[in-house]
């Protein structure tokens, strides 16, 4: 039995890596989708393990079993193997079905003239979907699914409507920049390691730091250099810390990761 607006779904993974047992999770906890109605498939009996064992929905290995059982399919596999799986389901595609896809770099012309359907999204989500603070961008083919798929991913965080040309640099900037964000975790707690901080304590205080931070400019809505000056007072320790990475151009290295990983997903799209 569904509400009446349609929740909770039936939504079938089509790969149960991390980011499908992230989307999962988050919605399962949003009431947006039916655990029990849910399917999931992926070739890898490990990953299937983990994502039973993480969400509470089966998962098999069968891509056809998923399609005819579930009304929404997220495409969560590697951008290399989507025109195998699209080949796969295309025949027993039905207009009842929502194609969601967060593979990295395929376009929805590619994804149209793979399955024969016009209803389809694409979307950048990122890992942090699982603790309800994911950053996402979203196109969708029919302009009638854009409520849906805003919904979904605004349940696991924020999500923004975006022309499809941008998403790339969606994924250049929110969908792998956690990782740049870790490493920078990373980095602050073994400066303070270095100025004799113990790990754990140094690691805690970065990651709160950053955290906090972040919170700063959602919540202010100040720019974030407006930020730094105020933290910034004259001949004072951050001024010192900000002449050392401006030294290190960390600036420049960080729009350089951005544009590394743009770059690699339209590389990964044409691929497709």
């Known amino acids: 039995m569904t509400h009446e607006d349609g929740f909770p779904l039936s939504v079938g993974f089509l790969g149960a890596g991390q980011m499908a047992t992230a989307l999962a999770t988050g919605w399962a906890k949003a009431g947006l989708l039916d655990a029990a109605r849910s399917l999931a498939a992926d070739p890898y009996p490990?990953?299937?393990t983990k994502f039973r064992a993480a969400t509470g929905i089966t998962a098999g290995e069968s891509n056809r079993a998923v399609l005819g059982a579930c009304d929404v399919l997220v495409l969560a596999v590697?951008?290399?193997?989507?025109?195998?799986?699209?080949?796969e389901l295309k025949p027993a595609l039905q207009p009842r079905h929502l194609v969601i896809s967060i593979a990295a770099g395929v376009t929805l012309e590619t994804l149209a003239a793979g399955?024969?359907?016009?209803?389809?999204a694409r979307v950048m989500p990122n890992t942090p979907c699982l603790i309800g603070a994911s950053a996402s961008g979203y196109a969708t083919r029919n302009a009638t699914d854009a409520p849906l798929v805003g919904k979904l991913f605004g349940a696991v965080g924020v999500a923004f409507a975006l022309p499809e040309h941008l998403l790339d640099a969606v994924t250049g900037l929110s969908g792998s920049?956690?990782?740049?964000?870790y490493l920078f975790i990373e980095a602050l707690a073994d400066g303070g390691v270095k100025c004799g901080l113990p790990r754990a304590t140094a690691q805690a205080l970065a990651a709160q730091t950053v955290l906090g931070a972040a919170q700063m400019v959602l919540q202010t809505g100040q720019h974030p250099g407006a930020l730094k000056d105020a933290?910034?007072?004259p001949g004072g320790t951050t001024i010192a810390g900000l002449h050392a990475l401006e030294r290190a151009a960390f600036r420049a290295a960080a729009m350089d990761a951005v544009e590394a990983a743009t770059n690699r997903a339209r590389e990964l799209g044409k691929k497709s």
């Open 177 to 181: 920049g956690p990782a740049f964000v």
């Open 46 to 48: 490990d990953a299937r």
């Open 115 to 120: 399955l024969g359907t016009e209803r389809l």
């Open 231 to 233: 933290v910034a007072s």
């Open 78 to 87: 590697k951008p290399q193997v989507v025109p195998a799986v699209l080949a």
